[in-house]
């Protein structure tokens, strides 16, 4: 365990970081499945924007990968896409 005080605070500090990426994480995991879930083309449309900010904002604080942020609209797009 840390003796000192500013490890200490760098713990806690690392362990209210962690629970909020994870927050941040899986909400928009679960944003992503229930925009796939959408049959309809004009409703996924619309759901799309916020998907997609969702997942550019999990880039920008680094949660996740700016290369997989891409990935992942792209696949979004291309499955919303293929829809009739």
Excluded at 14 to 37: F, M, V, W
């Amino acid at each position: 365990m840390a003796n000192h005080k500013a490890t200490k605070k760098d713990i806690r500090q690392s362990e209210k970081r962690r629970d909020r990426n994870r927050y941040y994480g899986k909400t928009t995991r679960n944003a992503i499945r229930k925009l796939l879930a959408i049959t309809d083309k004009a409703t996924a449309t619309q759901e799309l924007p916020k998907v997609v900010s969702l997942i550019d904002k999990l880039a920008k604080r680094n949660v996740i990968h700016k290369n997989k942020a891409g990935n992942l609209k792209s696949g979004i797009t291309k499955k919303l896409n293929a829809l009739a």
